[in-house]
């Protein structure tokens, strides 16, 4: 199969190189960003446990070493840092948040950080979202260029020969092959991430609300 592939892969022309290389170039991409995210949010999951042990420490600064610890992903710590530090009176003193109550500033500060770590989880989604959505139009291409390659053969010397048509209908073949082994991997990473995204960002909020509700009362 594999020498077949490469027989059809000297017989294209330019444009056929063309949406090939596009395709592997999409395929390489994708692949490494799905083993990164991948990888990053195993970590983030190992450490979602730990937001059950976090308010069982005796004090805040315990609860923020053992969370410290746990979290090496470093999401449910920053958003814990954040509103530890917002909190902080002797942090507020000489800034304008010094004439603000505690839960305004508690709000803002927890808002903002959610904001960013939406914006870090959501990071590379929207590409995999691209790439399944237009890798099997892209191999489409090279299909619709296959036969108008064999069309063109024909055309031009008037009569209809198997072997004159076996390369260009072969090499469209596995344009469209092609093109859906790099949407498929690039969807399911799409749908699973994007799931996994929902989890750790209702967690994320709860957690915010939680400290919000503690800090403020402290």
Known sequence: MNSAIAHYWEQADAMGHLVGWLLLLMSVLSWTLILMKAWSFWRIRKA??????????????????????ADQSKVFISLAEAAHA??????????????TGLSEILTRSLRQELQGLTVRLETGLSFLASVGAT?????????????????????????????????????????TALGLLVAIPA?????????????????????????HAHMSKS
């Open 187 to 211: 969807v399911l990473a799409y749908n699973a991430f994007n799931r996994i995204n929902r989890i750790t960002l209702a967690e994320l909020d709860g957690f915010a609300f939680d400290l």
């Open 86 to 99: 917002a909190s902080d009176a002797t942090q507020r003193s000489a800034t304008l948040s010094a004439n």
């Open 48 to 69: 979602a446990p730990a937001l059950h042990t976090f308010w069982r420490a005796p004090s805040m600064a315990d609860a923020l070493s053992s969370l410290r610890q």
């Open 135 to 175: 890798a099997p139009f892209v191999g489409l291409l090279g299909t619709v260029w296959g036969i108008y390659r064999a069309l063109t053969a024909i055309s031009s010397n008037g009569l209809v020969q198997i072997d004159q048509l076996a390369g260009p209908v072969g090499e469209a073949l596995i344009m």
